[in-house]
């Protein structure tokens, strides 16, 4: 009986020790943990060891005081000039007042991203379609900002608001493909234009310098013919040895024999005509 009395007092020991131990907890040095006891809230515990009476103490669950993330995305919405979008975002806030998180909210995670989604239908209802494409950050920021005012009553504070991705049908897709090529065949033929107006003013330019200086006309023929060898390998120029000088001064032109100043007028060409014609006569 002696043996029989020792081994269950032995066992009793052993079960009341288990039970004592059972209360012992280890948090990590970013985890934080409510104690309940007998129902009531008594405080933060953590990090480290930390104990839980039996019975009578609980813990619910740990928060994690470090910043989170959260991705969500609103279905299609109506910009403030009547187009559906679908806006793709990521939001950080992370728990700074614990007692709030735990009194004033049953699921600050959930709470939070729901408070999220519906005040980016808001803002994006009050922003155009331009204004949500170019300006991204301002409309996260204006979210952040309505975000965390409904947010701080539950201990949480939200650090920022992004937008990842701005959804549009493909229709609308197509007409911005089609504005935004329209845009670049504008533009280039824009370019084009002064282009051709700025060559055709340096053309005036030129002719106006030549037309003062024959020597200059003279080497800027003889380099176009230069320029002329160097565009093929098969390419030949026969030029005379005995070739006039160039130039409007010249006895060669690039209009032939006779200078531009030269040419005789049409009354002239008629009046020589019959003078030659005179002469063979007598």
């Given at each position: 009986?002696?043996?029989?009395?020792?081994?269950?007092?032995?066992?009793?020991?052993?079960?009341?020790?288990?039970?004592?131990?059972?209360?012992?907890?280890?948090?990590?040095?970013?985890?934080?943990?409510?104690?309940?006891?007998?129902?009531?809230?008594?405080g933060?515990?953590?990090?480290?060891?930390?104990?839980?009476?039996?019975?009578?103490?609980?813990?619910?669950?740990?928060?994690?005081?470090?910043?989170?993330?959260?991705?969500?995305?609103?279905?299609?919405?109506?910009?403030?000039?009547?187009?559906?979008?679908?806006?793709?975002?990521?939001?950080?806030?992370q728990?700074?007042?614990?007692?709030?998180?735990?009194?004033?909210?049953?699921?600050?995670?959930?709470?939070?991203?729901?408070?999220?989604?519906?005040?980016?239908?808001?803002?994006?209802?009050?922003?155009?379609?331009?204004?949500?494409?170019?300006?991204?950050?301002?409309?996260?920021?204006?979210?952040?900002?309505?975000?965390?005012?409904?947010?701080?009553?539950?201990?949480?504070?939200?650090?920022?608001?992004?937008?990842?991705?701005?959804?549009?049908?493909?229709?609308?897709?197509?007409?911005?493909?089609?504005?935004?090529?329209?845009e670049?065949?504008?533009?280039?033929?824009?370019?084009l234009?002064?282009?051709?107006?700025?060559?055709?003013?340096?053309?005036?330019?030129?002719?106006?310098?030549?037309?003062d200086?024959?020597?200059?006309?003279?080497?800027?023929?003889?380099?176009?013919?230069?320029?002329?060898?160097?565009?093929?390998?098969?390419?030949?120029?026969?030029?005379?040895?005995?070739?006039?000088?160039?130039?409007?001064?010249?006895?060669?032109?690039?209009?032939?024999?006779?200078?531009?100043?030269?040419?005789?007028?049409?009354?002239?060409?008629?009046?020589?005509?019959?003078?030659d014609?005179?002469?063979?006569?007598?």
């Amino acid at each position: 009986m002696d043996f029989v009395t020792l081994g269950i007092e032995a066992l009793i020991i052993i079960i009341v020790v288990a039970i004592l131990l059972s209360g012992i907890k280890i948090l990590k040095e970013w985890e934080r943990a409510p104690l309940l006891m007998l129902g009531r809230y008594r405080g933060m515990k953590g990090p480290g060891i930390i104990y839980v009476p039996p019975f009578i103490g609980n813990v619910p669950f740990v928060i994690s005081t470090r910043l989170q993330v959260v991705s969500f995305k609103t279905e299609q919405s109506l910009t403030k000039d009547n187009i559906p979008v679908a806006v793709d975002s990521v939001m950080y806030f992370q728990p700074v007042d614990l007692q709030k998180v735990i009194l004033n909210v049953n699921d600050f995670n959930q709470a939070t991203q729901l408070a999220a989604q519906t005040t980016l239908r808001e803002v994006i209802g009050q922003a155009s379609f331009d204004e949500l494409l170019t300006e991204r950050e301002r409309v996260g920021n204006i979210a952040r900002g309505i975000i965390d005012s409904k947010t701080e009553a539950w201990g949480i504070k939200v650090t920022s608001v992004e937008i990842r991705d701005v959804g549009i049908p493909q229709a609308l897709q197509d007409a911005m493909s089609r504005q935004a090529q329209a845009e670049r065949e504008r533009r280039a033929r824009v370019t084009l234009s002064l282009a051709e107006y700025e060559s055709a003013e340096k053309m005036v330019q030129a002719a106006n310098m030549y037309k003062d200086n024959d020597r200059a006309f003279e080497l800027r023929w003889m380099n176009i013919v230069y320029e002329l060898g160097l565009q093929g390998k098969n390419l030949m120029i026969l030029v005379p040895s005995n070739i006039p000088t160039a130039g409007p001064g010249g006895q060669m032109s690039m209009m032939g024999i006779y200078g531009v100043n030269q040419f005789p007028k049409p009354g002239e060409v008629t009046q020589n005509t019959s003078n030659d014609s005179t002469q063979k006569t007598q």
